[in-house]
């Protein structure tokens, strides 16, 4: 609904700061309250960061906020069936990647490219890596949906 978060819980109120959002959750059984800071990076993506649900007394509601660290997890949220956006990112570019703890396939690199006839696809070609078991020629192609700079 409009005051609820699915998972979150129900808001409350807003924090002092701006994207605050002091909410009530009672998911686990036990009603506690959290406070989650929110951003809108793109009108197809959101970031936020949350606090522990406290579940003993806090005066005022919005010092719940001041209990985020700095180190706490940055979620990152997807709009679904999102339209797509120019992709930021154009000419030829050269990656490795890891399939895991200590396999990284960096010879030979794979290669990135913008679509030719499409401004917001992007070509991924994975080559197999021949010292990695289990690394494999692969091509994607992904769609971009959002871009922001920080």
């Known amino acids: ?6 998972h979150k819980g129900e808001c409350l109120q807003r924090g002092k700061g701006e ?8 998911t686990q059984g036990t009603a506690c309250l959290r406070c989650l800071y929110i951003h809108q990076k793109h009108p197809n993506i959101i970031q936020y960061k949350e606090s522990h649900c406290i579940s003993h007394r806090v005066s005022p509601l919005t010092n719940l906020c001041h209990m985020i660290e700095v180190d706490d997890p940055l979620k990152t949220l997807f709009r679904l069936s999102a339209p797509p956006t120019p992709c930021p990112i154009s000419g030829h570019l050269s990656f490795s990647y890891q399939l895991g703890p200590g ?17 917001d696809s992007l070509v991924l ?3 197999a890596c021949p010292d990695i078991q ?3 020629s692969l091509t994607e192609q992904v769609e971009c949906i959002g871009q922001w700079k920080e």
């Open 103 to 119: 396999r990284n396939c960096s010879f030979p690199l794979s290669s990135l490219t913008q679509c030719k006839d499409k401004v």
């Open 125 to 127: 070609r994975f080559q």
């Open 19 to 26: 994207g605050q959002v002091i909410l009530r959750d009672s």
């Open 1 to 6: 609904s409009s005051t609820t978060l699915t």
């Open 134 to 136: 289990g690394s494999q």
